[in-house]
């Protein structure tokens, strides 16, 4: 199966325009028995979920006990929940450093910075075992996390000038994206900021809202980048 189209890319674009899940547990407390809670997410630089979650929160204290997880995402907004696309990763819960994970994950959840002062958080990998995607009726998929995850081309630094050089400088243009592709108006005081790019898409986000925006071919450079935004920028 081909990683960069069909099953493995529309599985893939799922799990990066949504962000947040339920996170299923092993309860350590009424042993045996899932537990599910809700969780936002971002993305490594290998495209694995990571999700930051407090020592106290029972979802953490069940992965302290018995790493083994998963998490379902689903398509949000949709009428027909039953014929929507979804998928679950089961997963290992590993606790990692912040590092660039962690300005992946502040630049998505800016709000989420004050969450140390008040209890200890940390950021935990969720290592795919195995995916099961379902793109709706009869599209039915077990997928291997080779296939599913792709890794940035870009590098931290790489991706950090890409991001400041459009918020500082090309807030027009990412107005117009959400307008043009969003069909969202945007007011000329508001701002709008870009929180990440990848070789498949990119994410915007206003007034706390994300938007993701899936490039039609894959970019693997920096100056592949700036010629995708551009050409966005006058579709």
């Known amino acids: 199966m081909n990683q960069f189209t069909g099953i493995p890319q529309e599985a893939r674009s ?7 899940g339920v996170l299923s547990t092993i309860s350590d407390k009424v042993a045996g028995y899932p537990f ?7 993305l490594n630089r290998n495209g694995e979920p990571v999700i930051l979650i407090s020592d106290i929160a029972e979802h953490t204290k069940n992965i302290v006990a018995d790493p083994r997880v998963s998490l379902t995402v689903l398509e949000h907004g949709v009428e027909d929940v039953q014929g929507s696309a979804r998928l679950t990763l089961l997963a290992d819960a590993a606790k990692i450093a912040a590092n660039d994970t962690g300005d992946r994950y502040y630049r998505r959840f800016p709000q989420s910075k004050d969450y140390h002062r008040t209890h200890n958080f940390d950021f935990y990998c969720l290592a795919s075992v195995t995916i099961r995607y379902i793109g709706g009726f009869g599209k039915i998929h077990w997928l291997e996390p080779e296939q599913l995850f792709l890794a940035n081309p870009f590098n ?23 307008s043009h592709f969003k069909e969202k108006r945007v007011a000329e005081d508001q701002t709008v900021l870009m929180t990440g790019i990848d070789a498949e898409g990119f994410d915007l986000m206003l007034q706390g809202r994300p938007y993701r925006f899936q490039f039609k071919e894959a970019i693997s450079t920096v100056q592949e980048a700036r010629e995708i935004l551009v050409s966005m920028a006058k579709a």
């Not at 799922?14 to 947040?20: D, T, V």
């Not at 599910?36 to 971002?42: D, E, I």
Request: glycine share 8%.
């Open 36 to 42: 599910g809670s809700v969780v936002p997410y971002s």
């Open 14 to 20: 799922l799990l990066a325009s949504q962000y947040f």
């Open 156 to 178: 931290e630094a790489e991706e950090a000038g890409i991001i400041g050089h459009m918020n500082e400088d090309h807030q027009s243009a990412m107005r117009y994206y959400l």
